[in-house]
């Protein structure tokens, strides 16, 4: 009677193991957006694109009363924003990546916010206040200059290198993705 008793115990600690175990680690399709997806808040990093976006906050059209600015839009964007991505890193960071590839893909997508991050406090912050006092398009114009000089290149090589490996990701796992193409 007792070894009826200690089989059920076993395979009940047996499955309850399994089931831990396997709760601590995400989904492969989770682990993807997280990763890999939740990059796109910030694929526009070091391009002129990014630029007009925060410019654009600051506009005002006069026959559209509602289009009236307080002076800080620019700025609150960049604060959203940098709360957002700070808060993707962390997701990141708490991830469980099982395997050589996914731990690969958490420390290219950890390095890739940890470059973007300070850049978006000091450099981007700075645009946006600029834009939001309505500063000289020349000094504006600079700042974006160095930003594109001084980032883009080792920005691209970083997201490019984690998209390879998310395409490879997702295409092993069965995960859908429109790439865009």
Same mark, same amino acid.
């Given at each position: 009677?007792?070894?009826? #008793?200690?089989?059920?115990?076993? #395979?009940?600690?047996? #499955?309850?193991?399994?089931?831990?175990?396997?709760?601590?680690?995400?989904?492969?399709?989770?682990?993807? &957006?997280?990763?890999?997806?939740?990059?796109?808040?910030?694929? &526009?990093?070091?391009?002129?694109?990014?630029?007009?976006?925060?410019?654009?906050?600051?506009?005002?059209?006069?026959?559209?009363?509602?289009?009236?600015?307080?002076?800080?839009?620019?700025?609150?964007?960049?604060?959203?924003?940098?709360?957002? #991505?700070?808060?993707?890193?962390?997701?990141?960071?708490?991830? &469980?990546?099982?395997?050589?590839?996914?731990?690969?893909?958490?420390?290219?997508?950890?390095?890739?916010?940890?470059?973007?991050?300070?850049?978006?406090?000091?450099?981007?912050?700075?645009?946006?206040?600029?834009?939001?006092?309505?500063?000289?398009?020349?000094?504006?114009?600079?700042?974006?200059?160095?930003?594109?000089?001084?980032?883009?290149?080792?920005?691209?090589?970083?997201?490019?290198?984690?998209?390879?490996?998310?395409?490879?990701?997702?295409?092993?796992?069965?995960?859908?993705?429109?790439?865009?193409?």
């Amino acid at each position: 009677m007792s070894k009826i #008793i200690f089989d059920k115990t076993s #395979i009940c600690i047996l #499955i309850l193991s399994v089931l831990f175990l396997t709760s601590c680690s995400a989904p492969p399709a989770e682990f993807f &957006d997280i990763t890999v997806l939740n990059t796109n808040a910030f694929n &526009d990093f070091a391009s002129p694109d990014l630029a007009r976006h925060i410019n654009d906050e600051t506009k005002e059209f006069p026959d559209i009363p509602s289009s009236k600015k307080k002076g800080d839009e620019a700025a609150n964007t960049i604060k959203n924003k940098i709360l957002y #991505i700070e808060q993707s890193l962390e997701k990141i960071k708490k991830l &469980d990546a099982s395997g050589d590839e996914q731990k690969e893909i958490k420390d290219l997508s950890i390095a890739l916010y940890e470059m973007v991050i300070p850049v978006f406090k000091n450099e981007y912050m700075a645009y946006a206040k600029l834009c939001d006092a309505q500063g000289n398009q020349g000094a504006k114009d600079a700042l974006v200059n160095e930003i594109d000089l001084k980032y883009r290149a080792r920005f691209e090589k970083s997201y490019d290198a984690l998209m390879q490996k998310g395409k490879t990701y997702a295409a092993e796992n069965d995960i859908q993705v429109n790439w865009g193409q």
